[in-house]
């Protein structure tokens, strides 16, 4: 058995167990948040990588939809064996007026004329109305090539009408590749002639594809210039090709196309931002190249993602995730530091008996040689040597049964300090208690919340057709302890089908009738939770309360990580639930926003899918 020194040398080594706690804590702490922060910025990258994928998706299928269309062209002179103008025009008419070719500027034939039928094939053209028509421009050349028919013919087109593109060398190149090698050719980039007459001048290309004679061999080179004809071709305004391509675009991300795969400012043919913004919004994700093929010419591809990428939540939860952990470490810290003080008292207490032991002893020891009359004194003595040995024994049994049980977790360690050294602990030690225990529960349930907002952007969204109704109903009943003297009222349609994954759906309806209970007024609380269907493709949801009501400024905010607009100690939550409910609906394509429309109280509404209108959805209806 250890002596009473060697276990008072042993508590006072304790001492430093605080120390080493903290250290370690924090450790732990900061080397988890740089492993968090990592993956945070790695999920950032891939989701940029993505966007930029979609984008150069694309623009690549609208430019194959223009291959097809200028393939249908050629068709289209090859079954007549002669095209009158007005032909020319109805055809172009269905071309121009497909929703897969937005953007498009024109579409056109351009005539390959002989030198020696220059004279004649004016004469023909001032034949058919247009009495000042010449090829231009004007000059001898070896070859001529003339715009004869361009739809729409109004405008701007007027001023390409007659015009030789073959005598300007970057629409020859491509003239001359799309002659030779019979396939699809991309001009490199140009001012189109119809830019002369406009205010907005734009960058511009065009695309060509040949047409030959019929019944000539097109096998060689060779072949297909002595049966060349002419070409279907169609001229693009940079700018307006991508505003029809891609709509208003992303508003997260911005990039610059540079012709011939060459970042040059002076082969800049489109960028969707100005070179200040390009500046001031970027973020701190590197810039993403990417070559595309189109025609048998290259395009550079520039993305860069805006400063508002990373959103202001995702920002935070680093932050987030080292304080709360640091609190933690200090807060042990405090406790174990405290249990050490007091084990330091217990072992002077054993020091101070054990002296009164010996001195007991010797008293003992002395009244063997006195006369009879002192070995009463002895005997006392003796009896206070024996209480003196019960009372250590008793003493020690408590501490070494006491200091027995490890602490592994801090919520248990909290349980065995309270129940065994309440009465003894300082009122500081026991604040440090009731502050560890606060804390404790505010990380567990940050993390049980945060736990949620990742399973549900990775797991995998199951598609079923589920009746909203029943859906609902179901939320409402698993929550009847929670709205027992709540008024709720439902309004929807038992026709109301919705395509997703019923798990997830079920998380965001209880989120939200949770929150309407929650932060309530003295009122009684009252909710409705209704649906109405959209132009039959979604199904907008709301759950209106008349609680306190959210302030306009913090419709957007309160759906950011840890964003919370009340004190805890007014209103519980983690400020996560919203952000939760968000992700999920984001990942239906839907909307999640607070009406604004509302002056009392709160409607929070978010859309979904109707099932009627996704083809995709699986044939199975979920029923609660």
Known sequence: MQTLDALYDKGMR????????????????????????????????????????DIQSVIKARMQAQETALRAGVGFFRSNETVSRSQWAKFSDVILHDAHLSGLEGYGYSEVIPASKLASHESDMQSEGFPKYHVKPSGKRDLYTSIIYLEPFSGRNLQAFGYDMWSEPTRRE?????????????????????????????????????????????????QRRNAILGFVYSPFRMNDLMAGTLGNGDSEIDFRIFDANQEDDSRLLYSSATEAQLITESSYLDPIQKTLSIGGHEWLLVFSARSDFVTVGEKRLPYGFITCG????????????SLGSEKQRAFALATRMTEQLREAKEQAE???????????AAQQANGRLRGANEELSHFSSIVAHDLR???????????????DYSAELESDAQDVMTRLERSSRRMRDMLDAFQDYTK?????????SIRLNALVHAVLKSMEDELEAVTVVVEVSELLEVEGDHLMLEHVLSNLIDNATKFHSKNKTEILISAKEIDGRQIEVSVTDNGIGVEKQYHSKIFEMFSRLHDEDEYQGTGIGLAVCKRIISDHEGEIFI??????????????????????????????
């Open 14 to 53: 304790g001492a430093n167990t605080a120390v080493m706690a903290l250290v370690l804590s924090v450790a732990v702490t900061l080397a988890t948040t740089a492993i968090f922060s990592q993956w945070l910025w790695d999920v950032a990258e891939r989701r940029f990588e993505i966007k930029v994928e």
């Open 174 to 222: 491509a003239m001359m590749r799309a002659r030779d090698t019979g396939k699809p050719a991309v001009s490199g980039m140009v001012t189109l002639v119809q830019e002369h007459v406009v205010v907005d001048k734009q960058n511009g290309f065009l695309m060509y594809l040949p047409h030959y004679r019929s019944g000539m061999l097109t096998n060689t080179v060779e």
């Open 326 to 337: 640091l609190i933690i470490s200090i807060l042990l810290f405090f406790t174990i530091r």
């Open 366 to 376: 002395l009244a063997t040689f006195v006369e009879i009359d002192l070995r009463r």
């Open 405 to 419: 049980a490890p602490l592994k977790r801090i919520e248990s360690f909290v349980d065995v300090l309270r129940e």
């Open 456 to 464: 549900f952007g990775q797991s995998r969204q199951t598609n079923l």
């Open 595 to 624: 009406d604004p429309s509302v002056k009392k109280g709160t409607r929070v509404c978010f859309t979904v899918r109707s099932s009627s209108f996704d083809s995709n959805a699986e044939d199975v209806a979920w029923v609660a």
